[in-house]
Structure formats: structure tokens, C-alpha cells
Nanobody, 121 residues
Framework: QVQLVESGGGLVQAGGSLRLSCAVS????????MGWYRQAPGKQRELVAT???????NYADSGKGRFTISRDNAKNTVYLQMNSLKPEDTAVYYC???????????????WGQGTQVTVSS
């Protein structure tokens, strides 16, 4: 069974930085795209950034120039470095991964449990 465990959230002042991590564990054959999404109170979950298995990245406009997504394939881990944080970045951040498990022909999409990021003004 595949699990995604996020860490690194917390409370930070505006202008500060946080680094989120998400470790994928289980019977993994390969991991395709990985990404970060966020959901603020009363709003829909939205894309923050994605990264392909080959390292190609995609960012929502809200994070361009401030956020950097990266991954360590040897550790099955994806990171999100967030700089120049703003109060509007406050949300629960969710990790997402497209994982092919050993013995399976197809991949499945998995979500982490979420980590709270709060940016004070």
C-alpha cells in the first residue's frame, strides 16, 4: 500500500520561507508526476506546482518566481521550497503522486494527508 507523508508546514511571517517535503513509501515500481496542491478555507483545491519524472516543472501563476518544486527520485520524495510567502498563501498543502506499484500494470493517483501553512501579516 502506498503512503504519502508530508512535513514542513507551520506558521511563518510574511516574507518568510518554508520547505515542504513529501515522502512516498510502499511497494513502488515507479513514480510518474508528483505535485503540490493547496486548499484555503472556503476555496477549492488548486494546483501549486508539478514535476514530471524527468524533472519538467509547471507552476501556477501565484507561485511563479517564489516557489520551487524539486524531487529526489532515489528517496521517492518531492519538495516545495516557498520563499517570499504572503498571507494569501495560507492553506493546507497536499502532496500528490502518480505511482505504479510492483505487480500492477497501471499507475494510480495518491494524495497525502495535508500539511498546514499559515502566513501571518
Amino acid at each position: 500500500q502506498v503512503q504519502l507523508v508530508e512535513s514542513g508546514g507551520g506558521l511563518v511571517q510574511a516574507g518568510g520561507s518554508l520547505r515542504l517535503s513529501c515522502a512516498v513509501s510502499g511497494s513502488i515500481a515507479s513514480i510518474n508526476a508528483m505535485g503540490w496542491y493547496r486548499q484555503a478555507p472556503g476555496k477549492q483545491r488548486e494546483l501549486v506546482a508539478t514535476i514530471s519524472s524527468g524533472g519538467n516543472t509547471n507552476y501556477a501563476d501565484s507561485g511563479k518566481g517564489r516557489f520551487t518544486i524539486s524531487r529526489d527520485n532515489a528517496k521517492n520524495t518531492v519538495y516545495l521550497q516557498m520563499n517570499s510567502l504572503k498571507p494569501e498563501d495560507t492553506a493546507v498543502y497536499y502532496c500528490n503522486a502518480d505511482v505504479k506499484e510492483r505487480g500492477y500494470y497501471y499507475s494510480r493517483n495518491y494524495w497525502g494527508q495535508g500539511t498546514q501553512v499559515t502566513v501571518s501579516s
